[in-house]
DNA sequence: CTATGAACCTGACAGC
DNA sequence: TGCTGTCAGGTTCATA
């Protein structure tokens, strides 16, 4: 579950979920997801159990859930990680993970991850309550936090391209592949962009459609091609349905009709309309 | 500093 | 039925 409306879906129903419940049990399945755990899988379970959850927070794809003052469950989901409410009795999802159980008998909570790209362990939480091992993540768009200044000065100090610039989480966070492309139509940007020669309007404009496209992707819970992306309750959202540009190769632009192009690029695929998102003179990537 | 490619994994799908 | 190659919402590390 990626991006950050995905994420958000899952704190939000993570809040409701697990919040103010104790963990019993702490069942490690696969030791690599707790790899990023420094005192591997019997510690991970170690530390947690007894623990009573508190809150439960995010910012860019990252997760955690504070179990004490200074310490909290840190989760990021990867590539297909998941975290489930699972009834008990219920027969374990094939790619489970990692297992916890409360002190109240109710539903247990499952990290299940097909790539096991995704990862749990136990952190220290240090200035502003954020845990230690993502102090260098930036402010999301959607934390109110959030500063267009800083964010505008960040890039003009970079040299490379805007999409580039997007997905590095030091600079913003939250943005993965599909919200970048959105948020880049949207914003009449080409992905080669150079940074440093985006104007004030330009980095303005950008960061407004970065905000109105996580938003509304969260009120349609996300975007889900296939079951690999679900809420807490296993249910897919619906911003596929949304989708001006990822994904939509061959299909018209939505602002002047031109069928919508596909590059590869840092590995992936770029979706953008050539007409509406010109190649800059000298392009960055 | 910036850019690139590979690595880490599993599974779905297209084409032969 | 297989086999091969491609692709996938991410991050990190080694190498130019």
Redesign the pocket.
């Known amino acids: 579950?990626?991006?950050l409306p995905?994420v958000e879906v899952v704190r939000g129903d993570l809040q409701r979920f697990v919040v103010g419940r104790t963990i019993r049990d702490v069942h490690v399945l696969h030791p690599?997801a707790v790899r990023?755990h420094a005192g591997g899988p019997a510690d991970f379970a170690a530390a947690l159990s007894g623990g009573r959850l508190t809150e439960a927070n995010r910012r860019?794809?990252?997760l955690w859930l504070p179990f004490s003052d200074n310490l909290a469950l840190l989760a990021?989901?990867?590539?297909?990680g998941q975290l489930r409410a699972w009834p008990l009795g219920q027969p374990a999802a094939?790619?489970l993970r990692v297992r916890f159980t409360f002190g109240d008998g109710g539903p247990e909570l499952h990290f299940v991850d097909?790539?096991?790209?995704?990862g749990l362990s136990v952190t220290r939480l240090g200035a502003g309550a954020i845990p230690e091992?993502i102090t260098?993540?930036a402010q999301d768009p959607l934390d109110p936090a959030f500063d267009p200044a800083t964010f505008r000065r960040a890039l003009r100090?970079?040299?490379?391209?805007i999409k580039?610039?997007l997905?590095d989480?030091s600079l913003v966070?939250?943005?993965?592949?599909?919200?970048?492309d959105e948020a880049l139509w949207r914003s009449e940007l080409h992905y080669a962009r150079?940074?440093e020669t985006l104007t004030r309007a330009q980095v303005d404009r950008l960061v407004a459609a970065l905000r109105i496209v996580l938003v509304a992707a969260l009120a349609e819970r996300?975007?889900?091609?296939?079951s690999?992306?679900v809420d807490v309750n296993g249910m897919?959202?619906h911003f596929?349905r949304s989708l001006q540009v990822?994904?939509q190769a061959g299909r018209p632009c939505a602002r002047c009709g031109t069928p919508i192009a596909?590059d590869?690029?840092?590995?992936?695929?770029s979706y953008y309309c050539p007409r509406c998102q010109r190649r800059p003179r000298r392009a960055?990537?």
Request: proline share 6%.
């Open positions: 579950m990626p991006e995905e690599r990023r860019g794809k990252y990021h989901l990867g590539m297909s094939p790619h097909q790539r096991t790209f995704g091992p260098h993540i100090r970079r040299r490379t391209g580039r610039a997905l989480q966070s939250g943005v993965g592949n599909i919200y970048a150079p940074t996300g975007t889900s091609f296939d690999l992306y897919s959202g596929d990822y994904g596909r590869r690029f840092m590995n992936r695929s960055r990537w």
